[in-house]
């Protein structure tokens, strides 16, 4: 896979369908296991500049600022890959996690807050 340039970038920021906020939600995935991480707002330029540097960026909903994953806590998102759904209105980034990826200290934010679904069956 080859490295997107400053054309194609160009190229994938119009294909993405933002929000009426601006906003794309990002679900972030490690690479290896598959796990899911986390979900993460993205303006255009979040969604560049994870796109071109290898770390991710996200858009603050809460403070209104780009925070990079890792730049306070050390716990750092490398990127590994990303894909946009087929609406083109949501994005997966593939991560090499380092350290906790929850602002709370726990591994996963999906890991926080477990629900007991009734668990469903499938027909036979």
Not at 29 to 35: L, V
Request: proline share 3%.
């Amino acid at each position: 896979m080859t490295a997107l340039t400053t054309d194609t970038v160009g190229e994938v920021l119009g294909r993405v369908k933002f929000g009426q906020d601006g906003l794309l939600p990002a679900i972030i995935q490690q690479d290896d296991t598959r796990e899911v991480l986390m979900l993460g707002y993205m303006n255009e330029e979040a969604l560049r500049r994870t796109l071109t540097e290898g770390r991710v960026t996200f858009w603050s909903r809460s403070r209104q600022e780009f925070w990079r994953k890792g730049d306070t806590s050390g716990n750092r998102q490398y990127v590994r890959g990303a894909a946009l759904d087929c609406d083109a209105d949501a994005l997966l980034v593939t991560v090499d996690q380092h350290g906790p990826a929850c602002h709370t200290g726990a591994h996963a934010c999906f890991d926080v807050d477990p629900l007991e679904p009734f668990v469903g069956v499938a027909d036979e």
